[in-house]
């Protein structure tokens, strides 16, 4: 298992290519990530690094179960790995638009 942290910080619109290991295999992706200040909540959406193609789009950013759920989950059957956010922060249940990448970071690791 290749646990890899994703940087993420509280800009309110973020663009990022990514490189992680999934399943012992290299796999590379483009993230957004935005605050939906309606919600009070970010969202995610990734995208194919080569094809553009948007895989998964406005996923919540949200903790979830204790201490975190697998954001991915309903997805293991594309093969883009599991995706945690943990509370590392000991603060409120779900990020803020100002405590993203600080008390919250996001764990990207192999299926399960």
Do not use: C, H
Not at 61 to 90: D, H, K, R, W
């Amino acid at each position: 298992m290749a646990d890899q942290i994703i940087p993420l910080d509280s800009s309110p619109n973020q663009t990022m290519g990514i490189t992680v290991s999934i399943n012992g295999e290299n796999r590379r992706f483009n993230l957004k990530v935005r605050y939906n200040d309606v919600a009070n909540y970010w969202v995610l959406t990734i995208m194919d690094a080569l094809t553009l193609e948007i895989l998964i789009d406005s996923l919540p950013l949200l903790t979830a179960n204790y201490p975190s759920a697998n954001l991915l989950e309903s997805f293991q059957y594309m093969n883009i790995g599991s995706l945690y956010l943990l509370n590392v922060g000991n603060v409120s249940d779900d990020p803020s638009d100002a405590d993203l990448g600080t008390n919250f970071i996001l764990l990207w690791s192999d299926n399960v």
